[in-house]
């Protein structure tokens, strides 16, 4: 042991000149509407907070539901974090007890030996003489294994809110976001005066990556979609597992921007597997089967948004707030204007604009508006998203309107930030 110390200590100098490095790694309504340095790094992410307690185990509480695979994982990363082998050892036996067809944590194992062994571990899943017929499966496993680690030590801070939520509608109580770089699910709850992360979960994306933009590309698309409806195991075949949970892709922009595809939904896995590399889908977001029933108690069909991103923006409480107020002022700005008469409130939107599959003159013919307008238009059940988008700022905005005009109706709009101003470039409408 005394050799193995030295050994240990000698390797810490020189850890950061190895590359890779040794291890894995990590409110209210508007008023208009009615590091410290570890002892052993993963990746080059050294931020593990030893002792901590680990977000996923934090998971429905009330329901006595734990996430078992990624609080195990992530207790063995903090165990390695501070050089304590013998329990990481003991937590990854454990784990593998339990699911002994989680192939990670037997690579997670090996890696562990041979560090207990003494010999030099350069980089997750060093192991030497693999056959090429099983070199593309050792580096799924890699990337899984730096998925994992980095949601630990990239975790966003109680204190961080996600730019995308703007505003919530008082009968929507949880929204779904998907980090694709991060291969993550956060779970929002509606609460006062902030939104509440519940938990997260580790996903699967599509093959090749993000934005998708036709069909058979193998790719998750990004945008804020809808959970349309729940099919059940006896709908399924077992490789989408107990569940499935479609969305509504290609939403109003997709289509507007000419992407194609179908069938992408939040679903789980064969009864074999109990994990899936980051990228292994068709363009499905993937879960594990007992994480995927976990949250089908906070989803409501047709009322639950899910939100794909390449990269979430996590901001703080005050950034959050303003910014808040800032896309609400700009829908009060229109709502406002469109009130005073057409063409203060048509000023808000774009000249490409496409209302009901209309232009901007199709559609003011058909309405057979007047200088007058709408008159007074009332909002409720207000959500306000920012819009994930490869280019431009973007929000997406969906409310109850009632005037004179339009009579009771649901609308949904997508506003796009053009220089320093906010325009309109599509607006649907459902009559209620």
Request: charged letters at 30%; one cysteine or more.
């Amino acid at each position: 042991m005394r050799f193995f110390s030295r050994t240990w200590r000698h390797w810490s100098k020189g850890i950061k000149l190895m590359a890779p490095l040794l291890f894995w790694g990590l409110t209210a309504a508007p008023s208009f509407v009615e590091s410290k340095e570890g002892a052993f790094e993963v990746a080059g992410y050294a931020d593990a907070q030893a002792g901590s307690k680990a977000l996923a185990g934090q998971l429905f509480d009330r329901q006595g539901y734990r996430p078992v695979i990624d609080t195990a994982v992530e207790d063995i990363y903090l165990a390695l974090s501070a050089n304590q082998l013998d329990k990481a050892l003991q937590l990854t036996d454990r784990l593998l007890a339990d699911f002994p067809n989680f192939h990670l944590g037997h690579m997670i194992r090996g890696d562990i030996l041979s560090m207990k062994a003494g010999r030099m571990v350069r980089s997750i899943g060093d192991i030497p003489n693999v056959p090429k017929s099983k070199q593309d499966d050792l580096a799924d496993l890699k990337a899984e294994a730096v998925a994992r680690f980095r949601a630990v030590r990239d975790r966003p801070k109680r204190d961080l809110l996600p730019a995308e939520l703007v505003e919530l509608d008082s009968d929507q109580k949880y929204v779904i976001l998907v980090d694709t770089s991060r291969s993550r699910l956060f779970l929002y709850e509606n609460a006062f005066p902030y939104p509440r992360l519940v938990t997260d979960f580790y996903i699967s994306q599509g093959r090749m990556g993000a934005v998708k933009s036709k069909e058979g590309d193998k790719r998750t698309p990004i945008g804020v979609y809808t959970i349309t409806e729940l099919l059940p195991k006896e709908k399924l075949g077992e490789f989408y597992g107990p569940i499935a949970l479609p969305i509504n892709y290609p939403n109003p922009w997709d289509k507007r921007l000419g992407k194609t595809g179908n069938g992408i939904w939040l679903h789980g896995m064969p009864k074999s597997y109990v994990s899936r590399p980051p990228k292994a889908s068709d363009g499905c977001v993937v879960l594990a089967n007992q994480d995927l029933l976990a949250l089908k108690q906070f989803v409501r069909v047709g009322n639950t948004q899910v939100v794909i991103a390449e990269r979430l923006d996590f901001v703080p409480q005050d950034v959050w707030q303003s910014q808040r107020k800032a896309s609400i002022r700009v829908l009060k700005a229109w709502k406002d204007d469109l009130e005073k008469g057409l063409t203060k409130g048509l000023s808000h939107y774009s000249s490409e604009v496409r209302i009901d599959g209309q232009d901007l003159r199709a559609w003011q013919r058909s309405k057979h508006l007047d200088a007058k307008g709408f008159g007074s238009i009332k909002i409720n059940d207000l959500t306000m998203m920012r819009y994930p988008s490869e280019k431009n700022d973007m929000m997406w905005v969906s409310f109850k309107q009632e005037d004179r005009v339009s009579g009771e109706v649901r609308k949904q709009q997508y506003w796009m930030k053009v220089g320093t101003r906010w325009q309109i470039v599509q607006e649907d409408t459902e009559k209620l």
